[in-house]
């Protein structure tokens, strides 16, 4: 049994930009547009993967235990399309605490299969969590988990293994970005796997708008909170002063776009200083600062994102409520 994990730096991969100046860039970015927003991306931080994790376990999220259902009934679907006998990475971008994964990976285990597990997070305490909580529950893995950026994280494997990929992009991850963005990162994932590589993407369905609105205004608060601590990271990590007392947490859903838009509104008129940026950011009263997209899908919708990326579906899979669906695509890349 072997359960590691490593902390990918500028020796691992040349041109990255450290991860500090990247924030501070779209920090600067995002505030000085009209309207003003902060990347989603920021969100996981090790207080913001707390957060989440205790997001997931709110009743009125049904997300979780949709996908938790999914996997707990359909997981020897997901393992019967990974051949017998062959060797392979089971690489999951935005792992948390892994307890929706334990369940492929126990199938895994039972009939023998040669794997290691991957998983990929921006947090290292979320990262020496997982690590410590799989050593606990499998004896037989092998895990080697990396702290970094997905996309930093995927061609560092690549360049240092060659078996065939399955990608997990389980909860509602992918459903975070605008259609156009969606596609650009779909085709950059399809740039780095290699043909027959097999993708699972979890895609939360469009239903009942009150359901929908629920899991995102919860009633203890923790969404808010959530959403807050981006504030409070520009505070720790940029020299931010932004306080939190003078925002509020507010979501909608947008009935054309098809999307839970989240948003930060300033309650009073006030400007913000950023030390680490040297600039100034002055907010209206009410004004907001968008902070997530969380797209609903239709079945159509899948099906033509996976033939514009380059990828095949190979089975959709759903909850007895058909609220969620993890969709398993494979990779087509042609010859010639």
């Not at 691992?12 to 600067?28: W, Y």
């Not at 970015?29 to 309207?35: D, M, N, R, T, V």
């Not at 051949?83 to 929706?100: P, V, W, Y």
Request: aromatic share 12%; proline share 2%; hydrophobic share 40%.
């Amino acid at each position: 049994m072997s359960c590691s994990f490593k902390v990918l730096d500028s020796k691992d991969l040349e041109g990255v930009v450290p991860p500090n100046q990247q924030f501070a860039l779209d920090v600067l970015i995002g505030l000085s547009e009209k309207p003003k927003r902060l990347s989603s991306m920021y969100f996981y931080d090790d207080v913001g993967s707390v957060l989440f994790q205790q997001i997931m376990a709110l009743p009125e999220y049904y997300l979780t235990n949709c996908e938790f259902e999914i996997l707990k009934t359909h997981s020897s679907s997901i393992v019967d399309l990974i051949g017998e006998g062959e060797s392979f990475n089971l690489i999951e971008l935005g792992a948390g605490d892994g307890t929706k994964t334990s369940l492929l990976i126990e199938q895994f285990l039972k009939r023998e299969m040669s794997f290691q597990y991957i998983p990929i997070d921006i947090s290292q305490s979320a990262m020496q969590i997982l690590m410590k909580n799989l050593a606990q529950q499998f004896k037989k893995l092998t895990a080697n988990g990396l702290v970094a950026e997905y996309f930093d994280g995927l061609r560092w494997i690549s360049q240092i293994n060659t078996r065939r990929n399955l990608v997990l992009i389980l909860g509602s991850n992918l459903g975070n970005f605008n259609q156009a963005k969606t596609r650009v990162f779909l085709r950059s994932l399809w740039n780095v796997l290699k043909d027959g590589d097999l993708v699972v993407i979890g895609f939360d369905l469009k239903k009942d708008i009150d359901v929908m609105l629920k899991a995102y205004n919860d009633s203890r608060g923790i969404t808010a909170q959530f959403n807050l601590n981006l504030l409070n990271r520009i505070n720790n990590e940029l020299g931010g002063q932004f306080n939190l007392d003078t925002f509020r947490f507010y979501a909608n859903y947008n009935v054309f776009s098809g999307a839970i838009e989240s948003f930060l509104v300033s309650l009073t008129d006030q400007t913000v200083f950023v030390a680490q940026i040297g600039e100034s950011f002055h907010f209206d009263a009410w004004e907001p600062i968008h902070t997530e997209y969380s797209y609903k899908f239709l079945k159509s919708d899948i099906e033509k994102l996976a033939a514009n990326t380059g990828y095949r579906i190979e089975k959709q899979l759903f909850d007895s409520k058909h609220y969620f669906t993890d969709s398993i695509w494979s990779v087509e890349k042609k010859q010639g």
